[in-house]
């Protein structure tokens, strides 16, 4: 029965869950893969199911395992609560977060609060994830504690990549707004003429997967004008989009603030984007039930301020 469980039981099951392998697990909590070992056998006798089945790859959960996750995430925050002296001190917090952002955001926007929150907070764990196209559902089951993404707020953009789309059991808060440019590189023919939709549309382009998806609200957008982008290649890595461009004729669009950062590094440059959209938002979302954490919502406050602060320089 889970009410006669150890705590620390339940976290090496977590863990488990999310690493799905007996070695990264116990590298993760500072054991032995022995111990783990151990802790799992005991796990599955006190609750009468293999929990995982072993593969060449790595570790799959049972369907017990699987309904058990979310329950023992609650448990798991609301222990983490409890034993968290009242008010929360910063200073001395061990407490460990896990915190997935887009590519994008690692360049633009990590940067403002990761120094701060280093002197602020030193004994706090920020364990980062790139977002991705199981992100939200993952943020939804409390796999991760904070995630930083972006939403548009273009009427056209389609579900679930609008603003309004996301989940009833998600909060958030809009950390800024970004609108899009193209990236060519400096020497390229199209900066001899004059920059239009048709100019435009007539690049050959590079098109980036997001969430899963290389089809979002500029293809729509295009669509209504009877254009659409000739994409010669396809990648989900916009670092590497931004180098295939420095080095070809590709052109690539994306966030402004992406392209003032690649552009002071890389040998490129940003044209406006010939069409109308609404700029998107940045968004820093958190499962409901972590609301009223005093840690959490200590961390929430501390990157919505540093990320607010237009005056403060990247690193």
């Known amino acids: 029965m889970l009410r006669h469980t150890d705590l620390n039981l339940l976290r090496i099951l977590l863990t488990l869950m999310e690493e799905l392998s007996v070695s990264r697990t116990a590298d993760k909590l500072c054991l032995t893969q022995s111990a783990v070992s151990k802790q799992l056998s005991r796990l599955r006798q006190q609750l009468g199911d293999p929990l995982f089945v072993r ?4 570790l799959t959960p049972t369907p017990r395992a699987r309904s058990l996750e979310p329950r023992i995430r609650q448990w798991l ?3 983490d609560d409890i034993l968290e002296p009242q008010g929360f001190d910063p200073h001395t917090s061990q407490r460990r977060f896990r915190l997935a952002m887009t590519e994008t955001c690692f360049a633009t926007l990590l ?3 990761l120094g701060p929150l280093m002197s602020e ?4 764990m920020l364990e980062t994830k790139t977002w991705d196209s199981v992100g939200l559902d993952k943020l939804c089951k409390g796999e991760v504690d904070l995630a930083i993404f972006p ?3 273009d009427p056209r953009s389609p579900h679930p990549f609008h603003v309004s789309s996301l989940p009833k059991q998600l909060e958030s808060i809009e950390l800024n707004r970004d609108d899009h440019v193209c990236l060519v590189h400096r020497q390229h023919p199209v900066l001899k003429k004059r920059w239009d939709l048709e100019q435009y549309v007539g690049l050959t382009h590079l098109k980036i997967e997001c969430e899963g998806s290389d089809s979002w609200l500029l293809d729509q957008v295009l669509a209504e004008t009877g254009h ?3 994409a010669a290649m396809r990648t989900s890595d916009f670092y590497s989009a931004a180098l295939l461009c420095q080095h070809s ?3 690539f669009t994306c966030t402004r603030s992406f392209a003032d950062r690649v552009c002071s590094t890389h040998q490129l440059v940003q044209l406006p984007l010939p069409l109308k959209m609404a700029p998107l938002s940045n968004l820093l979302g958190w499962p409901e039930h972590l609301t009223k954490d005093p840690a959490h919502r200590w961390l929430r406050e501390f990157i919505v301020h540093r990320s607010l602060a237009d005056d403060l320089p990247l690193a």
């Open 228 to 230: 659409h982008l000739d």
């Open 121 to 124: 907070a030193p004994g706090i």
């Open 111 to 113: 940067p403002r609060f």
């Open 151 to 153: 939403r548009d707020n």
């Open 55 to 58: 593969h060449p790859k790595g």
């Open 249 to 251: 004729e590709l052109a």
């Open 77 to 79: 925050a609301m222990a």
